[in-house]
């Protein structure tokens, strides 16, 4: 995409201007994000996490346990474990992220245990809920 992009940028002043350019892939980039994000279950289920919640915060396990909550039952990609859902999560990440869904990682406590923040920026602030751990 790297590529294509710059080869466009390098043959856009002849047809159209820097910023149409950039708005041209920007709109792109957020199309494919779109698109990725509604054939995933795991991507569907933390897009409605955030829009139902504003934010969630808890750990790998709990997220499993919402994302199996919210996909349907005949759905065969979900996640076996914890580790495997973390690391669809970090692989969605970019397309969540166009979609308007913020994702960090922190570690939280004195033990240093792993959290996912799940984060809708149009969500109000203060709207936070804890997950149990």
Avoid: Y
Avoid at 26 to 38: H, M, P
Avoid at 49 to 73: D, F, K, Y
Avoid at 103 to 111: F, M
């Amino acid at each position: 995409m790297i590529d294509a992009a710059e080869w466009a940028q390098a043959c856009a002043p002849g047809f159209i201007t820097e910023a149409e350019l950039v708005d041209a892939l920007c709109t792109s980039r957020d199309e494919v994000a779109s698109d990725l994000v509604s054939v995933n279950p795991v991507a569907q289920a933390i897009l409605r996490l955030a829009e139902h919640r504003g934010v969630w915060r808890g750990t790998a396990t709990a997220l499993l346990s919402e994302v199996r909550r919210l996909i349907p039952r005949e759905e065969k990609k979900v996640p076996n474990g914890a580790a495997q859902l973390a690391a669809e999560v970090q692989r969605i990440e970019a397309d969540l992220r166009a979609m308007g869904v913020d994702i960090e990682r922190r570690r939280v406590g004195h033990r240093g245990e792993r959290h996912i923040l799940i984060s809708c920026r149009d969500a109000f602030a203060g709207a936070e809920s804890d997950a149990d751990a």
